[in-house]
C-alpha cells in the first residue's frame, strides 16, 4: 500500500511569490490534513480537508490555503510569500483517527 | 482547547539503558493521543496511538505508553534503547468535530550515547 506522497521534496522561492504544494493521501483514505513545522513554532495544524470540503481551519493568514480533488488528492498555496513562511509543510491522510504522514516539502523563502 | 505537553526537551541516555519520555495533555473532552517519532529531514512516523480500551499500549520497535486519564499523562517508555532510536519524538492529542486535528508537543530529542 503506497503512502502519503508529498511533492515537491524541495522548494526554494522568492519573497512575493506563490508556491503549490501537492499532497497524494493513501489509497481510500478521504481526509487530508496540513502542518507546518518550524524551529520556532513547532507543529502548527493549518487545514483539514475531507471529501472536497474544508473541514477545520487553524490559526493562519489568508494567503493559506488549500482545496482538495475528487481523487482525495489535496493542494495547498501560499501567496505573497514572506520569509517567515520558510518551513517543512507536512500532508497528512487519515482513516479511523489514525494520521499517515507523508515526507514532507521544505519551503524556503529567499 | 487542548494542549500538550512535552517536560522535557533533550534527553540522553546510554545505550542499552531503559528512557521515559514524558507527555501530559489538557482536553475538555475525550482525546486520543499519539506519540510520533521524526528522523531528520523526514516526516513524521506513528509509533503508537491510545484510542480507546486497555491504557497500556505497545507499539513498533519496542516502545509502549501508558494513557493515565487521573493524570492526564501519555508518557512513553522504552526498556533498552538503541543509537538507532536517536530522532525527535512528538506526543499527539485530538478530539471530536473542531478539535479533531492533531495538537502537539513541542517534542523530545532522544540522544543515545553509545
Known amino acids: 500500500k503506497a503512502g502519503v506522497t508529498q511533492t515537491p521534496r524541495y522548494l526554494i522561492k522568492t519573497r512575493g511569490q506563490q508556491v503549490t504544494l501537492s499532497c497524494s493521501p493513501i489509497?481510500?483514505?478521504?481526509?487530508v490534513s496540513w502542518y507546518q513545522q518550524t524551529p520556532g513554532q513547532g507543529l502548527q495544524f493549518l487545514f483539514e480537508y475531507f471529501s472536497e470540503t474544508q473541514r477545520n481551519k487553524g490559526n493562519f493568514p489568508g494567503r493559506f490555503s488549500g482545496r482538495q480533488f475528487s481523487n482525495s488528492r489535496s493542494e495547498m498555496n501560499v501567496s505573497t510569500l514572506e520569509l517567515g513562511d520558510s518551513a517543512l509543510y507536512l500532508c497528512?491522510?487519515?482513516?479511523?483517527?489514525?494520521?499517515?504522514f507523508g515526507s514532507g516539502t521544505r519551503l524556503t523563502v529567499v | 482547547a487542548q494542549s500538550v505537553t512535552q517536560l522535557d526537551s533533550q534527553v540522553p541516555v546510554f545505550e542499552e539503558a531503559p528512557v521515559e519520555l514524558r507527555c501530559n495533555y489538557s482536553s475538555s473532552v475525550s482525546v486520543y493521543l499519539f506519540w510520533y517519532v521524526q528522523y531528520p529531514n523526514q516526516g513524521l512516523q506513528l509509533l503508537l496511538k491510545?484510542?480507546?480500551?486497555?491504557?497500556l499500549v505497545k507499539g513498533i520497535n519496542g516502545f509502549e505508553a501508558e494513557f493515565n486519564k487521573s493524570q492526564t499523562s501519555f508518557h512513553l517508555r522504552k526498556p533498552s534503547v538503541h543509537i538507532s532510536d536517536t530522532a525527535e519524538y512528538f506526543c499527539a492529542v485530538s478530539g471530536s468535530g473542531s478539535a479533531r486535528q492533531l495538537t502537539f508537543g513541542s517534542g523530545t530529542q532522544l540522544t543515545v550515547l553509545p
Open positions: 497528512a491522510s487519515s482513516s479511523d483517527r489514525v494520521y499517515t
Open positions: 491510545y484510542l480507546s480500551g486497555s491504557t
Open positions: 489509497s481510500g483514505h478521504r481526509s
